[in-house]
Every structure is written in structure tokens, then in C-alpha cells.
């Protein structure tokens, strides 16, 4: 560290200590990207606003929130996706971006449910993509007034619901009775499975270090999410989505200069190899793993296995256990097609079925939201 740095760290503490950690802390929430988690308070008039409103907290992929909402008529939706926020590097067949739209009908059904009204939904209605996701819809949705469509009882936990991406307790097993009720799934067209096995942990803990190592040290997979980081508040504000480092004391050292684009993505910098021992940590403290496999990897099944992801990952919010996706082993590109057949083989999914989702589970600490685009901007008026 030479004479600058030092004296502009002692610069900075002394901005921070006159306005309290909590105080500066409190400054650096980014109020404007997280207000669309408070949907509550918008009172729409347009029950299909309201359904969506609620769809846009959905989880997915890099947070690219890939969703645009036609409203045609009076209660038809007709989704598409945003065919710039995809990801083509890790997600080149737009595999992981279908299972975002998943988890975002969901959702969206189920917050329909509390008007009252029955989300009648139509895959693809101009025809399934090729190897690629093209501008035609995702899915045409009515929403109809039904009085059977009743309360679902996973509604109240899907703003609290996260993908919890911080170590787990080691001393803190998930209890049997717990585990069985995460993975009571509903649809017949995916399979669930999990383990909570010591053995089996350690080898997935192993296999999912081993496949993010592959990601970061592959150049183009990891400026992908290095061009989508955004760092400290005004980045955060200004593009509530990717991948947001935020908060204290990640925003004072940013403002310092020792963590930026050039040496996150510097294999021999001090950041890279931070971030490296901040996940295997992450990956290390595994407390059993979660995984959602499909019988073909048709567009459809893929929308389904966001369905049932969205509704696994609200099933552990109620339950209090925290959750968090690792894709890396199961992304198409060549420098992981061998941790992509070791998974698969480990975890006895035979091809052409495939693993369409895993995770580690355990318990986590309470994490903030991440941030959200306002659902007016993902949507688009007939
Ligand atoms: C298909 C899919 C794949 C995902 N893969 C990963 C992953 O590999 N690593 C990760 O940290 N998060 C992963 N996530 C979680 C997203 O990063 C997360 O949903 C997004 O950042 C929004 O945060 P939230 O879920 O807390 O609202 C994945 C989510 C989905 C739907």
C-alpha cells in the first residue's frame, strides 16, 4: 500500500467515524432500487399490475429480471423476453433465462390467487424456440375470475423470500422433518431430490468449489459477470439489476480504488483471489443440497422447473432455511462439460433427462433484498 492510499484511507475513516458505521451504512441503501419489494403501497387498480408487481421479485439468473409484460385487452398478459438480458456466455442456450420466466408465472399465479382470480397459462402459443429464445412470447396469460382460486399459503413469504448467498452454519444441521417438506414438490413433469448425506454433501460440496473455480478462471464466463457488477450505491440506482456490491464496507473500499472491474477480473490480484476464498467458504459450508431435475430439457420442462424452483425456494423461507442456486456445474459450455457429466452421474440423472436447478441449503443469516427494476418499466401497453 503506498503514501496516497494511506492517507486516503485515514481520509475516509475519518468521513465515516464522524457519521457513525450505522450512519454511513444507512446512507448507502439504494432506497430507489429496493421501493419495488414495498409494492404494497402502489395501490394498483389493475389487478393485472398488482399480479405483476409481485412476479418482478421472482429469482432469477444474474438478477437480469429478463421479463416484459404486454397488457392486451382487459386481463391478458403476453410475456416475452428481453433478448438483451440474456446471458450468453454461461447461459448459452438461454436455459437458465427460461427458468427465471418460470419462476416468474409462478408467481405470478400465485399472487393472482389473492384477487381472486385463476392464471390461465399458455406456453409458448406461437410455437416453441429453436437453440436460442427469439422475440415471440414466452407465454400468453388470462386472468380469470374463479372462486375456487383460492389463497395460496406460500403468498406471505414472497417478500421475504431470497437467495441467500453467505456462509451457513456449520453447527446447524437441518433437521429430517424440515428437509421432507422442502422437497414436497407439486408437478409430476420434474423431479426432486436432495440429500442431506455427510458423504454425499462433502463430494457436492467438492464438485460445486470445483465448477466455480472453472467459471472464474475462464476469461469471457467471468467478465460476464464482472461487466455486470454493479458496485456501491449510484451504480446500483441507476441499474437495479446484475450483480449488486453494495453497502459497507464493500462501498468505502470502492471508493478507495481496491476493488474495481480491472482487478476483480486479474487472476493474480489480491480482489480475485478474495472473492475465490469468499466462495469457497460460501461452498464449504453446505449443509445439504437441493436439486430439480427434468425428463428432456424442452423449453416447456424448463419453464416448469422455474415453477417448482419458485415455489421450493418459497417453501424454505416459511420454513426459515436459507437457499442458494449454484448453476456453474450445470452450464453448456466446454471447459465444464466433465463436472457436468460428474454431476449428473453423481446424482443419477440419466440423459435426456437433466438437472435444471441445484442448491446448497442450510441455515443463513437475514439478507437484504436485491434490487428490482419498478414493474412500470418491464411493462409494455397494447
Ligand atoms: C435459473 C437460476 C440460476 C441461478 N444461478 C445462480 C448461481 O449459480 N449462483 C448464484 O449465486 N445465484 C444464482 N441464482 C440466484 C440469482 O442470482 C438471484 O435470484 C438473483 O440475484 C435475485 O436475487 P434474489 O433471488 O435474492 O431475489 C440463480 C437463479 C435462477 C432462477
Not at 423476453?81 to 446471458?87: A, G, M, N, Q
Not at 385463476?118 to 380469470?144: C, K, Q, T
Not at 452454519?169 to 407439486?186: N, R, W
Request: glycine share 8%.
Amino acid at each position: 500500500m503506498n503514501r496516497r492510499q494511506l492517507l486516503k484511507i485515514g481520509a475516509a475513516s475519518m468521513v465515516v467515524v464522524g457519521a457513525g458505521v450505522g450512519g454511513f451504512a444507512v446512507t448507502r441503501t439504494p432506497e430507489k432500487a429496493l421501493a419495488p419489494w414495498d409494492n404494497d403501497a402502489h395501490g394498483f387498480d389493475d389487478a393485472r399490475l398488482r399480479a405483476l408487481s409481485y412476479a418482478i421479485l421472482s429469482p432469477n439468473p444474474h438478477n437480469r429480471q429478463p421479463w416484459v409484460a404486454e397488457l392486451v385487452g382487459d386481463d391478458g398478459i403476453i410475456l416475452t423476453c428481453d433478448l438483451d438480458r440474456r446471458l450468453p456466455e454461461t447461459d448459452p442456450f438461454d436455459r437458465q433465462i427460461t427458468i427465471g420466466l418460470g419462476c416468474f408465472l409462478e408467481t405470478l399465479s400465485i399472487a393472482a390467487a389473492e384477487d381472486g382470480l385463476r392464471a390461465d397459462i399458455e406456453y409458448f402459443p406461437e410455437g416453441s424456440p429453436g437453440e436460442r429464445l427469439d422475440s415471440n412470447p414466452v407465454a400468453s396469460i388470462m386472468l380469470v375470475p374463479d372462486t375456487a382460486a383460492s389463497s395460496d399459503p406460500l403468498f406471505k413469504h414472497i417478500k421475504s423470500r431470497r437467495s441467500t448467498k453467505e456462509p451457513y452454519d456449520t453447527d446447524k444441521p437441518i433437521e429430517t422433518a424440515i428437509f421432507d417438506e422442502l422437497l414436497k414438490g407439486s408437478r409430476k413433469s420434474v423431479g426432486w431430490s436432495g440429500t442431506l448425506d455427510a458423504t454425499q454433501v462433502a463430494d457436492l460440496r467438492r464438485l460445486s468449489w470445483q465448477a466455480h473455480e472453472i467459471e472464474s478462471y475462464t476469461p469471457r464466463t467471468m467478465q460476464e459477470s464482472i461487466d455486470l457488477m454493479r458496485i456501491g450505491k449510484a451504480e446500483i440506482e441507476a441499474n437495479p439489476d446484475g450483480i449488486d456490491l453494495g453497502g459497507f464496507p464493500l462501498e468505502l473500499f470502492a471508493g478507495l480504488g481496491f476493488v474495481d472491474r480491472v482487478q476483480m477480473a486479474d487472476q493474480n490480484s489480491t480482489a480475485f483471489k478474495q472473492g475465490l476464498d469468499m466462495y469457497y467458504a460460501l461452498m464449504h459450508s453446505a449443509m445439504g443440497h437441493v436439486w430439480i431435475s427434468t425428463p428432456d430439457n424442452s423449453r416447456t420442462s424448463q419453464l416448469e422447473a422455474g415453477r417448482e424452483w419458485m415455489r421450493l425456494n418459497l417453501r424454505a423461507t416459511k420454513a426459515g432455511v436459507a437457499i442458494h442456486p449454484l448453476s456453474q456445474a450445470l452450464q453448456e459450455y466446454a471447459e465444464m462439460d466433465a463436472l457436468y457429466e460428474e454431476i449428473h452421474e453423481l446424482l443419477n440423472v440419466q440423459s435426456p433427462g437433466r438437472i435444471q436447478m441445484f442448491a446448497r441449503i442450510g441455515y443463513g443469516p437475514k439478507v437484504s433484498p436485491s434490487p428490482r427494476w419498478a414493474v412500470e418499466t418491464r411493462i409494455k401497453r397494447a
